[in-house]
């Protein structure tokens, strides 16, 4: 069974800092690749950072330079470090192998907001 939990988010100040965390079940987590989606409300959702197996890491362009992915594959972790965060940012924040399947199983996603 996939398992997907998401944490650390909160509400911060522009400009501020948070650490997201996602524990993954093994079956998931050894995909080529996990990543990290957001959807803010009355959006798609949207990939912004992805992470192979090796290590390569992908961004969207309006993450570029401020968010970091990585894993641990000891405790079966995916991370995305986020740093001057901006407004446009808000969002829940969910991971998820990449690229998606049909039928795949959501965590509850965690919530990041950031005020202005």
């Known amino acids: 069974q996939v398992q997907l939990v998401e944490s650390g988010g909160g509400l911060v100040q522009a400009g501020g800092s948070l650490r997201l965390s996602c524990a993954a079940s093994g079956s998931i987590f050894w995909s080529n690749k996990m990543g990290w989606y957001r959807q803010a409300p009355g959006k798609q959702r949207e990939l912004v950072a992805d992470?192979?197996?090796?290590?390569?890491?992908n961004y969207a362009d309006s993450v570029q330079g401020r968010f970091t992915i990585s894993r641990d594959d000891r405790k079966t972790t995916v991370y995305l470090q986020m740093n001057s965060l901006k407004p446009e940012d808000t969002a829940l924040y969910y991971c998820?192998?990449?690229?998606?399947?049909?039928?795949?199983?959501w965590g509850q996603g965690t919530q990041v907001t950031v005020s202005s």
């Open positions: 998820n192998r990449v690229p998606l399947v049909p039928n795949t199983s």
């Open positions: 992470i192979t197996y090796s290590g390569t890491t």
